[in-house]
């Protein structure tokens, strides 16, 4: 196969040859099957051609044409691409031809279904350079159709504002329904479009699904975001530019570089260290794009991006290698490194050798940047000591010590405000980065925000105004405007700690790339950080979630953070957001004389009954400082009274009267108890549990004390989840143990399985159970990402759901499903 602009060969020596040339010089991928040639020749000339046409002008034309055999067939394109002159406009006629081959189905909408795979493949891509991406993406069905790849790289260009949201919704998890089937397709897009706030695309997307999201929250999607990388998490990160195209560079503790397309995610070579990569930056050295690569061992390597072979080894450094920076100095490649010897290094990247050794840091020394003072290069290293250093690189003296930090300091990022040269830190230990003025040493901001620990640091320049990213163990990356030293945007999504960073410039707009140890890298477009974002709620995962009736209407409340959040049931709007204090992990409700009652325990000890009504704590529920594992409300002698299992395996059981400071009942277990339930057993109330000894017991609870009626041995390792419902007149209870892919279905009375739901693909989280008349359903939530409905007692598989990443918790409410997924709330209906 030729390449190169010039063709060669025999060239047209006629306008109709011209003509039946002109669409392969628009073809995309491997060329066009002949059906789609002849009809995009007439589009773009207005002549009748017929297939025999075309057919014999092929074989006359033979040596200007490469075939490719495709299974759909053979394809066809140019040998030698050339000019295209008159592109948009001829692209727009090529995407309305190809439109035009779409089939209609019975009610005169495009059959995707149907569609040629050429244009399933590559539709996306003319349109794009026609301008008319928007149009396309209008159609709901195309959105499911499409090729992934190609739709994603397409994406890239900006569009209209409704553009702006669907490509967002596309994008929000196309690492994941990429490779999924059709209908998982329908589902995830369906669930991330209600996540935008688009309902009326979630029912277009849910077209013939047994379920569809009626509402959910949007904290977790972004539309500045371009695309998830999956696989691992990465350790280190920079970009660079190979063969024209943006790359990204990442180090993992796999000991595996990967070289990958920015655009779209595609990897291009993996280099392979000999421990795990922590730190690496990018260079050109000779004209070529290289990467200086950094191990846990002490390895320096150089490796050359275009071939992936070893340039060289730099030895030196002794014990861990925690940071990497390149620069150009005197007009060669040099790169700066340092670490667990507490020395920082200069290399000549040129031949290999050291040019400076600098000795002063006390401790580990974490993150080195380079910058310019005063017209010579400066790095500036940060460290375990506290200290921020600046190294004169042209005769390896120190020029300052920056003091201030009251913890290790692991990432440092340069950038220029108001002319004069700055250093932005993060630390370890801090909820916040300093800014530093670079002539004087004077600390000029604090940025604080985040709730958790800063690690990571990047800055970059958009309109002439420098920005800072930073972030850590809140999971978020913000975007800061160092000329205002404010917070712009909050960047979501991410399911782990964030302490990597880097920014890059694609086609005039800011990038970056986030991740971490166990978050797999995300890319994103800062033009766009301070787009709107979906409907907000909880700011960390939704751990529990239950249901309850207030002023007559259905609502939901959630448990998440520190905060527990009531909805309506019917709009997703968001009533009350109450404080708890501490992490919420346990939560259920009840109704006690017509007012809506609320029993929350979290980490530390913490337990509260919340009146949902009126907004207010009707009374807490002291105990030791041992997490709340699970709660319940539970009938004793007919008064409604709160049960709580404590971290120590302390059971307490509680009224409502809050001049009474001491449970009724305080019982330690042989086993924690992890979950926990009313049933009705024999018309008499009982309390259900399930415990790490993955036992279950049915307690019968009076103001005198608590006897255990029954117990099964599940034969699970230890009980994560239960729900209780009533099968054939008899109570039930499903259990799910630990890390397992099946739930048991239990008779209660007289303590027999009666079935098994087996063949999840991963863990189950959760089960509920739903009831619609004379049917039940059982309600399961794999750690995969998938929603399972059954028919509990012959254990058949009744329908699937898929969402776009793992869930929590779910109940059942009414017709409704309810999902604590991530940070959100997803809630679905069934399609009638």
Not at 361 to 385: K, L, N
Not at 491 to 511: E, F, K, N, Q, S
Request: glycine share 10%.
């Amino acid at each position: 196969m030729a390449n190169g602009d010039r063709a060669v060969g025999p060239t047209p020596d006629s306008d109709d040859e011209a003509a039946l040339l002109r669409p392969l010089a628009f073809a995309e991928g491997g060329g066009l099957p002949l059906a789609l040639w002849v009809a995009l020749a007439r589009a773009l000339s207005g002549h009748p051609w017929t297939a025999q046409d075309v057919s014999v002008f092929r074989d006359r034309a033979g040596e200007l044409l490469v075939e490719t055999r495709t299974p759909e067939g053979v394809a066809y394109r140019l040998r030698a691409r050339g000019a295209r002159s008159g592109e948009r406009q001829t692209q727009r006629a090529v995407t309305n031809a190809l439109l035009a081959e779409v089939p209609l189905d019975e009610t005169g909408h495009r059959d995707w279904s149907a569609a040629a795979p050429y244009i399933v493949d590559h539709l996306a891509a003319h349109a794009a350079a026609a301008g008319a991406l928007d149009e396309m993406l209008d159609d709901a069905e195309y959105l499911v159709h499409a090729d992934p790849r190609g739709l994603l790289r397409a994406l890239n260009i900006p569009g209209s504002s409704q553009g702006t949201v669907r490509r967002s919704v596309y994008r929000a998890s196309v690492h994941v329904h990429a490779t999924a089937t059709l209908p998982e397709r329908r589902d995830i897009l369906a669930v991330d479009a209600a996540r935008h706030g688009e309902t009326g695309l979630a029912r277009e997307l849910s077209r013939g699904r047994p379920w569809r999201p009626r509402w959910a929250t949007g904290t977790m999607v972004h539309p500045a975001l371009r695309f998830t990388r999956t696989g691992s998490g990465v350790d280190a990160a920079a970009c660079t530019v190979i063969d024209g195209h943006p790359h990204a560079v990442t180090g993992c503790y796999d000991a595996n570089v990967r070289v990958w397309d920015l655009v779209d995610g595609t990897e291009r070579l993996v280099i392979t260290e000999d421990d795990g990569v922590y730190a690496l930056d990018c260079v050109e050295i000779d004209g070529r794009p290289h990467v200086v690569t950094a191990t846990c061992s002490g390895s320096l390597r150089v490796w050359d991006l275009d071939t992936g072979a070893e340039r060289f080894a730099l030895g030196g450094h002794k014990g861990w290698i925690h940071a990497v920076c390149c620069t150009v100095i005197d007009g060669r490649p040099h790169a700066v490194t340092a670490g667990e010897d507490r020395l920082v290094r200069l290399w000549d990247l040129v031949d290999g050798s050291e040019r400076a050794r600098m000795p002063g840091h006390t401790e580990d020394v974490r993150a080195v940047a380079i910058t310019e003072i005063a017209g010579r290069p400066v790095a500036v290293t940060g460290g375990d000591d506290t200290t921020v250093r600046l190294w004169d690189l042209e005769d390896g003296v120190e020029r300052t010590v920056l003091t201030g930090h009251t913890s290790a300091v692991h990432s440092v990022a340069c950038t220029v405000i108001d002319g004069i040269p700055h250093v932005v830190t993060g630390s370890g230990g801090e909820h916040a980065a300093r800014v530093w003025c670079l002539t004087d040493g004077a600390q000029r901001a604090v940025l604080g925000g985040p709730t958790s620990w800063t690690v990571a640091v990047s800055c970059y320049e958009r309109d002439g105004r420098p920005y800072v990213l930073t972030a850590g163990g809140d999971c978020t990356v913000r975007v800061w405007d160092l000329t205002e030293d404010t917070e712009r945007a909050v960047l979501t999504g991410h399911h782990g700690y964030v302490d990597t960073l880097a920014c890059t410039v694609i086609d005039g707009r800011p990038y970056a790339v986030s991740g971490g140890h166990s978050a797999p890298p995300r890319v994103w477009d800062l033009s766009d950080a301070a787009l709107p974002a979906g409907h907000k709620g909880h700011t960390a995962t939704v751990q529990v979630v239950d249901a309850v009736e207030i002023d007559g209407r259905p609502h939901v409340v959630t448990g998440g953070d520190t905060t527990i959040r009531v909805w309506d049931l019917a709009d997703g709007t968001e009533r009350r957001t109450l404080p708890h204090g501490h992490r919420v992990e346990a939560l259920a409700c009840t109704t006690v004389h017509d007012r809506p009652y609320a029993a929350v325990g979290g980490c530390c000890g913490v337990a509260r009954v919340w009146d949902l009504a009126a907004g207010t704590g009707l009374r807490d529920l002291p105990g030791p400082d041992r997490r709340v594992e699970t709660l319940a409300w539970a009938d004793v002698n007919g008064r409604p009274y709160v049960v709580t299992s404590d971290q120590d395996r302390t059971v307490r059981v509680w009224g409502l009267d809050e001049e009474v400071k001491h449970p009724i009942h305080s019982d330690r277990t042989r086993s924690a108890v992890r979950a926990m339930e009313p049933v009705t057993v024999d018309g008499r109330p009982h309390l259900l549990t399930g415990s790490d000894d993955a036992v279950l017991r049915l307690w019968r609870l009076t103001e005198k004390g608590r006897r255990v009626t029954a117990t099964v041995h599940t034969g699970h390792h230890w009980v994560r989840a239960l729900a209780g419902t009533v099968l054939e007149g008899r109570p039930h209870a499903l259990t799910v143990g630990g890390n397992d892919t099946a739930v048991q279905v239990w008779d209660l009375t007289d303590g027999t399985l009666r079935s098994t739901l087996a063949g999840h693909p991963a863990g189950v989280l959760a089960v509920a159970c739903a009831t619609r008349g004379d049917r039940t359903d059982a309600v399961t939530v794999d750690a995969g990402g998938t929603v399972h409905v059954w028919d509990p007692v012959p254990a058949r598989l009744r329908e699937k759901v898929a969402l776009p990443t793992r869930a929590q918790c779910v109940i059942a409410v009414g017709q409704d499903l309810v999902i604590g997924m991530g940070d959100d709330v997803v809630v679905l209906d069934r399609d009638h």
